[in-house]
């Protein structure tokens, strides 16, 4: 639904990620089947959690086509997340963003 609605909205200071794991132990995170279709970045967070992304794109119809390759591959918990200026945003906290 949101990519219906807003798939080709872009804009400078936002992108979008595929994330397709979290782990406190980023070690037991197996990404063998994900190396087929494209590179996975990892990072840790504050939080303590590393998390790992593919991607970087400037649509969320653009993302949502790598998501559904992830999920194809077995990653059911994979999804898109957004960065805007930087900051992580869950795709539903984007409506609250002011310009």
Same mark, same amino acid.
């Given at each position: 639904?949101?990519?219906?609605?807003?798939?080709?909205?872009?804009?400078?200071?936002?992108? !979008?990620? $595929?994330? $397709?794991?979290?782990?406190?132990?980023?070690?037991? !995170?197996?990404?063998?089947?994900?190396?087929?279709?494209?590179?996975?970045?990892?990072?840790?967070?504050?939080?303590?959690?590393?998390? /790992?992304?593919? *991607?970087? !794109?400037?649509?969320?119809?653009?993302?949502?086509?790598?998501?559904?390759?992830?999920?194809?591959? *077995?990653?059911?918990?994979? /999804? $898109?997340?957004? /960065?805007?200026?930087?900051?992580? /945003?869950?795709?539903?906290?984007?409506?609250?963003?002011?310009?």
């Amino acid at each position: 639904e949101l990519v219906r609605a807003y798939g080709n909205i872009s804009s400078e200071e936002l992108e !979008f990620k $595929v994330r $397709v794991g979290a782990y406190r132990n980023p070690e037991n !995170f197996n990404y063998n089947k994900l190396e087929t279709i494209g590179e996975i970045s990892q990072k840790k967070y504050s939080d303590e959690i590393t998390r /790992f992304t593919m *991607g970087i !794109f400037n649509t969320l119809e653009d993302a949502d086509q790598l998501l559904k390759k992830a999920l194809d591959k *077995g990653y059911s918990d994979a /999804f $898109v997340t957004a /960065f805007y200026k930087g900051k992580r /945003f869950l795709l539903n906290a984007l409506a609250t963003l002011k310009k």
